[in-house]
C-alpha cells in the first residue's frame, strides 16, 4: 500500500507554525507523506500546490482568525477544477474555531475541523481512516496539458513504483515536436541550499522569458520510514507561481538521492510538452553519490552545489560527482572559507579536463550576481 | 570570536570580580570598613512609609547582613535597585506608592525618574477597524493616571499586505487592527494627547515596522505640530531577529531588514529622544515552545547583536542604547522566578563592559506579558488564576510595564469583560495589596530565588557559547539553529502536556467531564467594517493617484543609494499605503526566503 499524501499550510497573513510543525512530525512517524507549504500561504498557492501535489487532502492550521473565510476561497477554487476525486480539507485552529464556525465550514464542504485538546494520535486516526482508500484513476484526455492531468499521470507513475504504464495511461503525443524541455540536475549535500538556488533560477527564468513558457521542479526528499516530510515548497518564493509546475518525491526507500520513479516522472514531464525547463533536485547526498548516471544521464546538465566547509582536501577526492559534474557550485560564498574552497574545488576538476564550469553563489541574497552567472551557463 | 563570545567572558570575569571583592572585604580591614561605611549610607538614606494599619516599614528592604564579605557580595552581585548590574530592579522606588510627606532621610532617589510613578499596566490591545481600537483604548485607560496604549495589528497589517489584496478580505481586522494608512493611524490614536508626558504608545509590529512607524509620526505631526518629534512618547517592537527564529512575520531579507531597522532607530535616537524604535523580544520565542532559558538567552544574544550592528555602522552605543528596551514572556515554570533578573544583569555586563555603554545604556527596560501559551479552552475561568500567579512573578522581577492575558484568549481577541479583569488583576496586586507598594525588594533575595537565579545565569552562558561557537547569532540563524532548538522544545513541550507529565488543570487533570465548550462571547470583524476598510484603502489610493507613484520612485532612489529609509518613509506614507511601499520595497531588496 502507498503511503497517504496529504499537503498541510498555515493561511495567509498567519505566521503561527508552532502547531504544525508538531503534528506535520506526527504524522510522518505515522507513514504519511506530508508536503509542506508553510506558513502566509495564500489559498491560490494551496490549491496550487495540492493539485501539483496530487494529495487527496490539505491540512490547515490557522489562528489568526478569517478562517471560515479562507476556507470558503479554498473550496471555490478547488470546485473550479473538477477535481476526481475531490480533495479533502481538514484543519484546526486551537479554540479560535467554534463549533458553530465549523458547522458552517461542514456545510461548505469541509471535511473535518479539529478542536482545542485533540490528541495528536486522535488526528493520525482520522487521517488514516478517512484517507487510505482513495482511489486515484487517469484523469480523461480531456483534461490534456491541465496540471491535474500531468500531476495524476505522476501519481500513477509513483504507484506502479516506475514500471512502464498501461497503453491506457499514455499521454497523446503532442502537436509541438520540436518543443523539447532542457533538464537540469542539481546535487550536493543537505543544507547546501539546492532549493534556494532552483528557486532563484525560477525567477530569472520567469522575468526572461515568454508568459506562455513554463518550468517544471522535481523535486527529492528521502522517506522517513514509510512517511516523509517534503518540505522543499515551505522554502520557495519565487516557484509559487502559475508558470511552475511542481512535485516533491519521497524516495520510497530508494538510495542514491532519486526515487524509484524518478525516470519515469521526468518522462511524463519531458513529453508532455508543457516545459521549456525541468529542474531536477535530489535529496541532500553522500560523497559517492551519482544520481544522474553516469554514461546515460537522466539530465542535459549535471549541477554539483556544494558549501565551502566540506570538511578538507581530501574529502573532495571522495566525491564522485566531482567527475560526472557539468558544473559544480560554491554556494553559501559570503561563509569563511569560501576562496579555499574555490581553489581546492579548481585543483580537484583540472585532471578530468572536461572543462567543467565552477561558480560561487551566494543564493539567499537577492540578485545574486553568481546566481546571474549560472542562469546564463545553463540556460543563456 | 564575536562580540557574543566578549559578553560570555565579561560575565565570566564579573564572576570573579565579585568573589574578589567578597574576600577582600573579609580580609582587607580597611576596604572592610569602607563597605561598612557605605552600608550605612544607603540604609540612612532609605525613607518610611506608614502602611494603611499603621505599621512603619522602610522604603526599600535591604537583606538583614553586617558582615562585609556578605555586604559587597549584594552590592556587587545584585546591586541596590536601580544600581549595576540591576539584578534587584533597573530604578529605585518602581511600584512604590509616592513618600508620605512624614519620610525621613534623603527624598532624592524616588525623584530621580519620573517613570518611577506611572503604573506599569499596559494592556494590549486591537480589533477591527481603527476606531474600534481607538474605542477600546479609551475603555481601557480611562481609570489610568497615564495612558499607557498597546497596540495589536491585524494579519495583513503585520505582512504589510493592503486590505485589498487577494485572499486576505477574511482576516482583515482580526486578531489586531487593520491599518492601511496614515489616515487610519490618526483614527486609532484620536482623542489621545499624544504629544503629553502622561501618553505613551506602543505598536507590537517588526517587518513592516519602520513604515508603520512613519505613519505614526506622520499621524501626530498632522495633528500637533512638526515639532512633536522629541515629545512623542512609547515603543515599537521591530525586532525582527526574533522574526526569523520564531514568529515568522518577516516581509525583507535579514540584511535589508537590519538595515531599515538601524535607519529607524538611527533617526530616533536622534529626532526622537523619548521614543523606544525597537522592543528586543523573547515572548514570541517562548511562546512557540522555548523553555524559559531559551527565551533569555535568545532575545538577550539577539539584544547583542544588535548592539553589534548598530556600533559597525558607527552609531553611537551611548545614543542608541538608552533608547533599546525589551519584552519577555513570564510563566509558571519556576525559572521565571528570577528569569529577569538574571537578564538584566547579564545585559548590564555586557554593555558596560564589552560595548562601554554608560549607565543609562546599562540598564533593561522591560515589558513583561504573562503567558498566552498557558491559557487554555479547557475549564478556561483557570486562565484568571494562571495569569494571576504569572503577574506576581512578573512584579516579582521588578518589570517596568505589564500586560496580563485575558482569560478568554484561547477563544478570541479578548472582550471588554475579560480585559477589565485581566487590568484589575494587576491593580489589586499593586495597589489592592501591600505587597509591592509600600516597600522595594519585599520578595526578592529569598535561598530559593537565589539558586535559581545563578542556575539560570550559568544555563544562559552555556546557550551563549552554543551560539558563539556557530558564528554568532547570525551565524547559528544561517544554522537554523535557534529556531530548531525553539521548536524541539515546543514539541517536547506539547509531548509532555499530552503524556501527562506535565499537569496542566482541567485539560490532563482534574478535568471536569460536564464541561463541554465555553460559552464566551467571540469578538469577529464583520464582513460590512472589512469592506469599509478595503473602500477607505481604495479611496487614498485614488486620491493620492498621482503622488504615489513619485514617491515610491523616490523611497527606490534613496533605498538604492544608501540613505535614510526612514526618514524618507515619514514622507512617503503621506501619500503612499503600507501595501504599495511594501511592494516597492520588496522590488528593490527582494523578500524574505520563510525558513521551516
Known amino acids: 500500500m502507498h503511503p497517504i499524501r496529504i499537503l498541510t499550510a498555515v493561511p495567509i497573513c498567519d505566521g503561527h507554525d508552532s502547531a504544525i510543525n508538531t503534528i506535520n512530525l506526527e504524522f510522518i512517524h505515522h507513514g504519511i507523506e506530508v508536503i509542506y507549504l508553510g506558513y502566509h500561504r495564500s489559498a491560490k498557492d494551496i490549491v496550487r500546490a495540492a493539485i501539483q501535489e496530487d494529495v487527496v487532502a490539505i491540512g490547515l492550521s490557522t489562528y489568526n482568525g478569517g478562517h471560515i473565510e479562507f476556507f470558503d476561497e479554498l473550496v471555490d477554487r478547488l470546485e473550479k477544477h473538477r477535481l476526481a476525486p475531490p480533495i479533502k480539507l481538514f484543519g484546526g485552529g486551537g479554540g479560535t474555531i467554534t463549533h458553530e464556525d465549523a458547522e458552517i465550514m461542514y456545510a461548505r464542504g469541509v471535511d473535518r475541523i479539529f478542536f482545542a485538546g485533540t490528541p495528536l494520535e486522535e488526528m493520525v486516526k482520522y487521517l488514516k481512516a478517512a484517507y487510505c482508500d482513495v482511489i486515484q484513476s487517469p484523469y480523461d484526455f480531456a483534461f490534456v496539458g491541465s496540471d491535474q492531468f500531468l ?226 551557463l545553463l540556460l543563456g | 570570536m564575536t562580540s557574543l563570545g566578549q559578553v560570555i567572558f565579561a560575565a565570566e570575569n564579573y564572576r570573579r570580580f565579585v568573589s574578589e571583592q567578597v574576600l577582600k572585604a573579609r580580609t582587607d580591614a580597611e576596604f572592610g570598613e569602607k563597605v561598612l561605611q557605605r552600608w550605612r549610607e544607603e540604609k540612612a538614606k532609605i525613607g518610611v512609609t506608614i502602611t494603611p494599619t499603621g505599621l512603619p516599614l522602610p522604603r526599600l528592604a535591604l537583606p538583614d547582613v553586617d558582615e562585609p564579605g556578605e555586604i559587597a557580595r549584594f552590592l556587587c552581585a545584585e546591586g541596590l535597585p536601580g544600581e549595576f548590574p540591576f539584578l534587584t530592579a533597573a530604578y529605585p522606588e518602581q511600584y512604590l506608592e509616592p513618600a508620605a510627606t512624614a519620610s525621613k532621610g534623603n527624598g532624592n532617589r524616588q525623584n530621580e525618574d519620573t517613570r518611577v510613578s506611572e503604573e506599569p499596566t499596559r494592556l494590549f490591545a486591537g480589533f477591527g477597524l481603527a476606531e474600534d481600537t481607538n474605542a477600546r483604548f479609551h475603555y481601557l485607560s480611562r481609570n489610568q493616571r497615564s495612558k499607557r496604549l498597546s497596540t495589536a495589528f491585524d494579519g495583513p497589517t503585520l505582512y504589510g499586505v493592503g486590505a485589498g489584496a487577494d485572499g486576505v478580505f477574511g482576516k482583515i481586522g482580526e486578531g489586531g487592527v487593520a491599518i492601511d494608512t496614515v489616515e487610519d493611524m490618526e483614527r486609532l490614536y484620536a482623542g489621545f494627547e499624544l504629544d503629553q508626558p502622561d501618553v505613551s504608545v506602543s505598536m507590537t509590529i517588526s517587518g513592516p515596522a519602520p513604515i508603520l512607524m512613519a505613519m505614526y509620526l506622520a499621524a501626530a505631526k498632522r495633528r500637533f505640530g512638526p515639532d512633536v518629534g522629541p515629545k512623542l512618547r512609547g515603543t515599537v517592537q521591530a525586532d525582527v531577529l526574533k522574526e526569523v527564529q520564531a514568529q515568522n512575520e518577516l516581509i525583507f531579507p535579514i540584511e535589508p531588514s537590519l538595515r531599515f531597522l538601524a535607519d529607524m532607530v538611527d533617526y530616533c535616537s536622534g529626532e526622537m529622544s523619548r521614543w523606544y524604535p525597537i522592543s528586543i523580544s523573547g515572548y514570541h520565542i517562548a511562546e512557540a515552545g522555548a523553555t524559559p532559558v531559551q527565551q533569555a538567552a535568545y532575545t538577550l544574544s539577539n539584544g547583542f547583536a544588535y548592539v553589534d550592528y548598530f556600533r559597525n555602522r558607527g552609531m553611537e552605543v551611548n545614543v542608541f542604547g538608552p533608547r533599546l528596551s525589551f519584552f519577555l514572556d513570564c510563566g509558571l515554570d519556576v525559572e521565571y522566578l528570577a528569569l529577569a533578573r538574571v537578564c538584566r544583569k547579564i545585559w548590564a555586563i555586557g554593555m558596560r563592559d564589552v560595548f562601554a555603554g554608560d549607565k543609562r545604556a546599562q540598564i533593561l527596560k522591560l515589558h513583561t506579558q504573562t503567558s498566552g501559551r498557558s491559557l487554555i479552552a479547557a475549564d478556561w475561568r483557570n486562565n484568571l488564576t494562571r495569569t494571576a500567579l504569572e503577574l506576581m512573578l512578573a512584579c516579582m522581577n521588578a518589570t517596568n510595564s505589564c500586560h496580563s492575558n485575558s482569560a478568554d484568549e484561547p477563544f478570541t481577541t479578548p472582550s471588554a469583560e475579560y480585559a477589565r479583569y485581566a487590568a484589575h488583576a494587576q491593580a489589586i496586586l499593586l495597589e489592592e495589596s501591600g505587597l509591592f507598594k509600600h516597600m522595594m525588594n519585599t520578595l526578592p533575595g529569598s535561598p530559593g530565588m537565589k539558586v535559581i537565579g545563578n542556575a539560570v545565569e550559568e544555563a544562559i552562558l552555556e546557550e551563549f557559547r552554543e551560539i558563539e561557537q556557530q558564528g554568532g547569532v547570525i551565524g547559528a540563524i544561517e544554522r537554523r539553529y535557534q529556531r530548531s532548538q525553539i521548536q524541539a522544545s515546543g514539541h517536547k513541550l506539547e509531548r509532555q502536556i499530552y503524556d501527562g507529565v506535565r499537569p496542566v488543570i482541567g485539560l490532563n487533570r482534574y478535568k471536569d467531564p460536564a464541561e463541554d465548550w465555553p460559552e464566551v462571547s467571540m469578538s469577529r470583524t464583520p464582513k460590512e467594517k472589512k469592506q469599509l476598510q478595503q473602500e477607505r484603502l481604495h479611496a487614498f489610493e485614488k486620491r493620492h493617484a498621482k503622488e504615489s507613484e513619485r514617491c515610491l520612485d523616490r523611497l527606490s532612489n534613496v533605498v538604492e543609494s544608501g540613505g535614510n529609509v526612514f526618514e524618507e518613509l515619514t514622507l512617503t506614507v503621506e501619500h503612499c499605503s503600507l501595501g504599495q511601499i511594501t511592494e516597492r520595497l520588496c522590488e528593490i531588496v527582494g523578500k524574505f526566503r520563510p525558513m521551516v
Do not use: W
Not at chain 1, 152 to 179: F, Y
Not at chain 1, 245 to 268: C, D, P
Not at chain 1, 298 to 321: E, H, S, T
Open chain 1, 151 to 376: 500531476a495524476r499521470q505522476i501519481t500513477l507513475a509513483e504507484s506502479r513504483n516506475g514500471c512502464v504504464p498501461e497503453a491506457s495511461e499514455t499521454v497523446p503525443t503532442s502537436n509541438n515536436p520540436d518543443r523539447t524541455a532542457k533538464v537540469i540536475g542539481l546535487t550536493g549535500p543537505g543544507g547546501v541550499g539546492k532549493t534556494t538556488l532552483i528557486d532563484e533560477l525560477v525567477l530569472r527564468f520567469l522575468r526572461s522569458h515568454p508568459e506562455d513558457q513554463r518550468v517544471a521542479i522535481l523535486s527529492h526528499d528521502p522517506s522517513i520510514g514509510s512517511g516523509a516530510l517534503l518540505g522543499d515548497r515551505a522554502t520557495m518564493i519565487y516557484s509559487q507561481n502559475d508558470r511552475v509546475f511542481m512535485r516533491s518525491v519521497a524516495t520510497r526507500g530508494m538510495m542514491g538521492g532519486l526515487s524509484v520513479s524518478t525516470s519515469q516522472s521526468l518522462k511524463i514531464l519531458i513529453e508532455s510538452n508543457l516545459f521549456e525547463i525541468i529542474f531536477l533536485e535530489t535529496v541532500g547526498t553522500g560523497q559517492e553519490a551519482i544520481p544522474f548516471g553516469n554514461e546515460e544521464s537522466l539530465v542535459d546538465k549535471a549541477v554539483l552545489v556544494m558549501p565551502p566547509d566540506y570538511g578538507g582536501r581530501l574529502q573532495l577526492q571522495k566525491i564522485a560527482m566531482f567527475d560526472v559534474a557539468d558544473v559544480i557550485v560554491v554556494n553559501k560564498s559570503d561563509l569563511r572559507g569560501a576562496r579555499t574552497a574555490l581553489a581546492e574545488i579548481e585543483s580537484r576538476i583540472r585532471t578530468n579536463r572536461k572543462g567543467q564550469g565552477l561558480l560561487r553563489t551566494q543564493a539567499n541574497r537577492h540578485r545574486d550576481a553568481g546566481v546571474d552567472e549560472l542562469f546564463e
